[in-house]
């Protein structure tokens, strides 16, 4: 078994970000896209449906135990380090081909750095990270197979699924997105080539 992941862009503007921190009581909170099934990720690696589905309902009980932790990048290590811990997921829920989640950033140094980037900006992505073999499909594809174990999802700089973005939430409502942030997504889109 090997330590694998996946990403996901997460980008919104600076006034989304305070918007959602003003509105959530100080907390900052995104909801968006975490991974999608059965298409080939920038990485090569197909993600199966029943899979993510299976690891989905596992995950579930770790935001029922207040355990959905993750970290600010990947480490390479399976185990998640309490003292990087930047964020915790608060629900998952699955749509059309992917699974989606709404995140809290935390008030640790980690999740002050994570707030700080978002607040300045940056475009970040979301990572699933577990642990797993691969089976080759093509030189260019490999597909996860039934012993994937996910662990996490951790925020990191270079994202590689498309059209996946987190939006802050303002009241518990996604906050329309400007047409900067979505001429972004669709500049990236065109780039990546998928």
């Known amino acids: 078994m090997q330590l694998l992941t996946s990403y996901q862009n997460f980008s919104f503007t600076p006034q989304q970000i ?9 907390r900052l909170i995104v909801s968006g896209i975490l991974q999608k099934w059965d298409e080939k990720n920038a990485n090569g690696r197909i993600y199966p449906k029943d899979i993510l589905l299976r690891e989905v309902a596992k995950y579930r009980q770790r935001i029922k135990e207040n355990r959905a932790t993750g970290e600010l990048d990947h480490p390479d290590d399976p185990m998640i380090s309490l003292s990087n811990v930047s964020h915790r997921i608060l629900d998952v829920w699955t749509k059309d081909n992917g699974v989606y989640g709404k995140v809290e950033v935390l008030n640790t140094p980690s999740g002050n750095i994570l707030k700080e980037l978002f607040k300045a900006g940056i475009s970040l992505g979301i990572s699933s990270r577990g642990l797993g073999s691969l089976k080759k499909i093509d030189e260019a594809t490999t597909q996860v197979q039934e012993d994937f174990d996910l662990i996490c999802w951790d925020f990191v700089s270079d994202p590689s699924t498309s059209g996946a973005f987190m939006r802050p939430l303002q009241e518990g409502k996604l906050m329309q997105v400007d047409r900067y942030v979505k001429m972004n997504m669709l500049i990236r889109d065109i780039l990546s080539g998928e």
């Open 18 to 26: 305070n918007e959602s921190i003003e509105n959530n009581s100080g």
